[in-house]
């Protein structure tokens, strides 16, 4: 309730928040807890300069419930599930976030020196024809985990060789944020399919045999280490046979 209080008089402050009789008024606006290991050189943290910007010419109502406290809050927890110790962790200078008429859901731009989040209204608005208010906000705040989750892990810059992990460890930042349901697992697909078909795979991974995983993998995506991350080089490093490790994770869906 301490996040709600906080979220709700921050943005009555900037006027971002609207109050009326609606749905939207009254939906559950806390983020999910997450619980991390205490540390209290994470308390120093530099959380990023946030802007939010309205591009759109559609009304988005759900929108009205961003605002600067929770960005910071998701990009706290988005930098710790990806980096054990805080100064391996990037120090974003600016985070903007932006609604914007356009196809798809959502995009980042930029790089550690400063980076921008496009989420799509259309998007939001064909969600919100079929799914609750809550539902519609949820997953809102899914799409800001997955995109800052790019805006904080470490890339190889060869997006069309590795794009599948790259998605796949920002969907697992996501399930760790508490913003996907584990109903959607199904069979088929394999361990570098990208998206949630990875994520999923990684996520059991990391559950039943390899503790740390994400964060160890979100290294070896460093791109100053002059390695060249492959599936090949992962299960060396991680000691993973990936086509046994599938079966056997497939076997359990």
């Known amino acids: 309730?301490?996040?709600?209080?906080?979220?709700?008089?921050?943005?009555?402050?900037?006027?971002?928040?609207?109050?009326?009789?609606?749905?939207?008024?009254?939906?559950?606006?806390?983020?999910?807890?997450?619980q991390f290991q205490a540390d209290i050189a994470w308390?120093?943290?530099?959380?990023?300069?946030?802007?939010?910007?309205?591009?759109?010419?559609e009304t988005v109502p759900v929108w009205q419930h961003?605002?600067?406290?929770?960005?910071?809050?998701i990009s706290y927890n988005v930098a710790r599930i990806l980096y054990s110790e805080?100064?391996?962790?990037?120090?974003?200078?600016?985070l903007e976030i932006i609604i914007e008429d356009m196809d798809g859901v959502a995009y980042k731009e930029g790089n550690f020196d400063g980076a921008k989040i496009h989420i799509s209204a259309q998007y939001l608005n064909r969600f919100a024809q079929?799914?609750?208010?809550?539902?519609?906000?949820?997953?809102l705040i899914g799409v800001l985990y997955h995109e800052i989750a790019h805006a904080y892990q470490l890339d190889d810059h060869n997006y069309q060789e590795i794009g599948p992990i790259i998605e796949g460890i920002a969907d697992v930042v996501r399930m760790k944020g508490g913003y996907v349901d584990f109903e959607h697992r199904k069979m088929g697909g394999n361990y570098d399919?990208?998206?949630?078909?990875?994520?999923?795979?990684?996520?059991?991974?990391e559950e039943n045999h390899h503790p740390n995983l994400l964060v160890e993998l979100?290294?070896?995506?460093?791109?100053?280490?002059?390695?060249?991350?492959?599936?090949k080089s992962f299960s060396s490093e991680m000691?993973?046979?990936?086509?046994t490790a599938w079966s056997s994770y497939q076997s359990k869906l």
């Open 193 to 205: 399919t990208g998206y949630k078909t990875t994520a999923f795979f990684l996520h059991w991974l």
């Open 218 to 231: 979100n290294a070896q995506l460093d791109p100053s280490d002059n390695k060249k991350w492959s599936w």
């Open 86 to 94: 805080k100064q391996r962790a990037p120090k974003l200078p600016l």
């Open 239 to 243: 000691e993973i046979n990936l086509d």
């Open 66 to 73: 961003v605002n600067v406290h929770l960005i910071k809050q």
């Open 1 to 34: 309730m301490k996040v709600k209080t906080a979220i709700s008089s921050l943005a009555v402050a900037m006027g971002l928040m609207v109050h009326s009789a609606s749905a939207l008024d009254k939906i559950d606006t806390a983020i999910k807890p997450i």
């Open 43 to 57: 308390q120093q943290f530099p959380l990023p300069n946030v802007q939010i910007r309205n591009f759109s010419k």
């Open 130 to 139: 079929n799914n609750s208010a809550q539902a519609l906000y949820d997953e």
